[in-house]
């Protein structure tokens, strides 16, 4: 086997494997959200909610206010934010509605 054809499989190898990788994280990421989503019911406590997302490694969480409360949306930029969980919470702090989409 020449130098160049080494050098091609080492290429493709590098390829492959960084893929597979990113494969990987983008589903872990993917289930990250997913499963923490599941955990925010009616009436759960905003500081609840809080400290279970701030255990997330691959994902983050943006909180926004408005008159009737606030709203939380977590995602992850590994995956392009396409799979996200948004909390709604009511003026009291506890939630009304989270869904996975």
């Known amino acids: 086997m020449n130098r160049r054809r080494k050098f091609q499989y080492s290429i493709v190898f ?5 893929l597979t990788v990113y494969i ?3 589903n872990i990421a993917r289930d990250e959200i997913y ?4 955990n925010f019911s009616e009436g759960v ?10 255990t997330a490694n691959l994902s983050s969480y943006v ?7 606030s709203k939380i949306s977590f995602s992850s ?3 392009f934010s396409i799979y996200q969980c948004s909390i709604e919470i009511d ?5 009304i509605e989270a869904t996975f989409s």
Do not use: H
Not at 91 to 95: I, L, Q, S
């Open 14 to 18: 590098i390829l492959v494997t960084c």
């Open 24 to 26: 990987v994280l983008w």
């Open 35 to 38: 499963y923490l989503c599941g």
């Open 45 to 54: 406590e905003l500081a609840s909610v809080i400290s279970q997302l701030e």
């Open 63 to 69: 909180k926004t206010e408005d008159k009737f409360g």
């Open 77 to 79: 930029k590994l995956n």
């Open 91 to 95: 003026k009291n702090g506890e939630v």
